[in-house]
């Protein structure tokens, strides 16, 4: 009897050693899927990446795929997301994410040919990030069909960029350079108004100073600040041009942050896969 | 018979997953001490993850917490030690969660926040046996303050003689901020000799006694114009530029000072550094 009772301990501990360890597949992937939860994307990728290919489930691919694409690594990413298979529930996800992968590699054509290849799936949050690219990236603005995509906010929103695209506030860099032979006036057309007091009150003293000394024969001192007030006067307008592009360069920049921001309050326009609730 | 078989079966089972659990905590500590930090995180997680009785939660939290500080992480090592403050299941747990946050402070210059903790601790009657702890963390905080005379008193108050010894150096070799920039008002770049930067001392006096110079003689002249502009952007600028250094330069020597002194420690007392 005693026998008995030892062998079905050792049997047990055995299986115990065998199938309970902490690196036995099943718990480095329960583990692995703990760290995928806590945000810890990179932990979560050596883990899953220590299973044996045949474990390697179309969730845990895409696991994968998701948390390369939070640690910004796309092309690993669209690696593993390319790896789930056609048929899989999650492949129009998959195929969602890489668009938003191409996204961020700031790869329209790609991002278009990902929709082309997989046309046949449910990817309308693809075609919507699409249109949104397309729109920032070549000024391409979306058609009334390609709208109807959109909820109201967003459609307002893109009607919005749409408008400020189309008709840019921009300021002339010519109107700038003329308004600037009034010292300062053409940055003030720029906005740049401390700038243009500043160029004012400059040009202005200078010109007095030289016109003072001149009056009172210094010469010396009156060709300085001549000298002086010359490169003011032509600072203030090569100044006002130059405010006049950085200001358009800022308006696109403009546009583009607040399509940015846009986009990540709507998490980028994709639908989010809950694997941790 | 089937009763003995039944016990046997979960004494073997609580001992097999107790093994599992303190070879795990094994593998993650010496990953901690081989300084293998991310890896070491990784396994304490696992550790967490296992636990199932929270008996090594609060150690695995800490260590985590430390890998993340000796990686410079101080805001994820501050959240892992408020997460052990949360597992704790003692008063001494609490102590030295509370001991770790403050020492985190410390080493961040968060003086405010390093005395607050402190003071907390000091007047909850629960930590009555830990005052000499929190005397050293006081005086270190006091170090990590410039304040060196204080941390001296309490190191040696507390019998740490190379502490306090360092701490004495600190106070006596150290510049003082006050005095550089005042030497330097009165005559400029006196400041800069006192902290041994003699060229740079004879510079700043010939620069502002030739602007100096120049800015008198225009206004002796009666050229006010000229000595108005002369003083406003030659004279007080390399006379504020005097001041700026003398202030610079003390600031320089005393951290030169400060971190030669706290490597001679945490070479030798690598534990009892914040």
Not at chain 1, 139 to 147: A, F, T
Not at chain 2, 32 to 56: C, G, V
Not at chain 2, 189 to 216: D, H, K, V
Not at chain 2, 227 to 250: C, D, P, Q, T, V
Request: hydrophobic content about 40%; some cysteine.
């Amino acid at each position: 009897m005693l026998k008995i009772i030892f062998a079905i301990i050792f049997s047990f501990i055995l299986l115990y050693s065998q199938n309970n360890s902490y690196h036995s597949p099943e718990n480095i992937k329960y583990f692995a899927d703990y760290l995928f939860c806590q945000s810890d994307y990179l932990r979560a990728i050596e883990e899953y990446k220590r299973l044996d290919n045949f474990l390697l489930s179309d969730t845990i691919l895409f696991k994968l795929g998701q948390s390369y694409l939070q640690i910004g690594n796309n092309d690993l990413s669209i690696k593993y997301f390319d790896l789930i298979k056609k048929k899989s529930l999650l492949k129009s996800a998959a195929v969602n994410h890489n668009s938003l992968n191409y996204f961020f590699k700031n790869d329209p054509d790609a991002l278009k040919n990902n929709i082309g290849l997989n046309s046949e799936l449910n990817i309308e949050d693809s075609h919507r990030l699409l249109i949104i690219t397309s729109l920032i990236n070549k000024n391409i603005y979306p058609s009334n069909d390609e709208l109807k995509l959109f909820n109201d906010s967003e459609k307002s929103f893109i009607t919005e960029i749409v408008k400020k695209k189309k008709y840019p506030d921009y300021k002339s860099t010519l109107t700038a350079g003329a308004l600037s032979l009034i010292p300062g006036l053409g940055k003030i057309y720029t906005k740049n108004y401390s700038d243009g007091l500043t160029s004012f009150f400059l040009t202005s003293l200078f010109t007095f100073l030289a016109y003072d000394n001149f009056n009172n024969s210094h010469q010396f001192r009156g060709y300085i600040f001549s000298f002086a007030a010359i490169g003011f006067y032509l600072g203030n307008i090569y100044g006002s041009v130059a405010s006049a592009i950085q200001y358009n360069r800022y308006y696109d920049e403009k546009v583009i942050t607040e399509t940015n921001e846009f986009l990540k309050r709507n998490n980028f326009l994709i639908k989010k896969v809950n694997f941790c609730e | 018979m089937n009763k003995l078989l039944i016990l046997l079966f979960v004494i073997t089972k609580i001992s097999l997953s107790q093994f599992d659990l303190l070879n795990q905590k094994e593998y993650a500590d010496s990953l901690y001490l081989s300084q293998n930090y991310f890896d070491a995180i990784k396994e304490y997680k696992r550790l967490i993850f296992f636990d199932k009785e929270n008996s090594l939660t609060h150690y695995s939290y800490n260590q985590i917490a430390k890998c993340y500080k000796y990686g410079g992480k101080f805001e994820d090592s501050y959240n892992y030690f408020s997460l052990s403050l949360t597992v704790a299941n003692s008063y001494k747990e609490v102590f030295d969660s509370k001991i770790e946050i403050c020492r985190l402070n410390i080493i961040q210059k968060k003086i405010r926040n390093a005395h607050r903790i402190l003071d907390e601790l000091e007047k909850d009657s629960l930590f009555n046996d830990f005052k000499n702890q929190i005397k050293f963390w006081r005086a270190w905080t006091f170090y990590f303050e410039m304040n060196f005379e204080k941390a001296h008193n309490l190191f040696n108050e507390l019998n740490k003689k190379e502490f306090s010894e360092q701490a004495k150096k600190l106070s006596e070799e150290s510049y003082s901020l006050e005095k550089a920039k005042i030497l330097s008002i009165i005559l400029p770049g006196a400041g800069q000799f006192y902290t041994n930067n003699y060229l740079s001392g004879l510079g700043s006096l010939a620069w502002n006694l030739l602007s100096g110079y120049f800015t008198i003689k225009a206004f002796s002249n009666e050229r006010i114009f000229d000595g108005i502009i002369l003083s406003n952007f030659l004279w007080l600028r390399f006379y504020k530029g005097n001041l700026e250094n003398a202030e610079k330069f003390a600031n320089q020597k005393n951290e030169e000072l400060f971190n030669r002194t706290l490597n001679f420690l945490y070479f030798n007392f690598p534990e009892e550094i914040p």
